[in-house]
């Protein structure tokens, strides 16, 4: 049984810093690529960044690029998504997203889901 469980959610003042964490259990870790999404209120899904099953490539949106960072230690079965300079905007669940040897991950393509993490950022 595949579990993607996700912590490190909270309130922040814009700004300031978060660091999410998700614990992967019941697969290969290291043949997963690893992904973020997020979710706020009334709005779809959407990709937050990204990195590959080999650990080389990271992607990330437009909108954080520059101030989140993904990244990933296969010897915890954990990714991390390091958050600065966070914005009210940021503010959405936070998922964590498993996809076999996936690279750019897209919800359509995600196979495995955590059960997210809520981020709040107050102006």
């Known amino acids: 049984q595949v579990q993607l469980v996700e912590s490190g959610g909270g309130l922040v003042q814009a700004g300031g810093s978060l660091r999410l964490s998700c614990a992967a259990s019941g697969l290969t870790f290291s043949n997963y690529g690893m992904g973020w999404f997020r979710q706020a209120p009334g709005k779809e899904r959407e990709f937050v960044a990204s990195?590959?099953?080999?650990?080389?490539?990271?992607y990330y949106s437009d909108a954080v690029k520059g101030r989140f960072t993904i990244s990933r230690d296969n010897a915890r079965n954990t990714v991390y998504l390091q958050m600065n300079s966070l914005r009210p905007e940021d503010t959405a669940v936070y998922y964590c997203?498993?996809?076999?040897?996936?690279?750019?991950?897209?919800?359509?393509?995600?196979?495995?889901w955590g059960q997210g993490t809520q981020v709040t950022v107050s102006s």
């Open positions: 990195i590959d099953w080999l650990g080389g490539s990271t």
């Open positions: 997203a498993a996809e076999l040897r996936g690279r750019d991950l897209r919800v359509r393509t995600v196979n495995y």
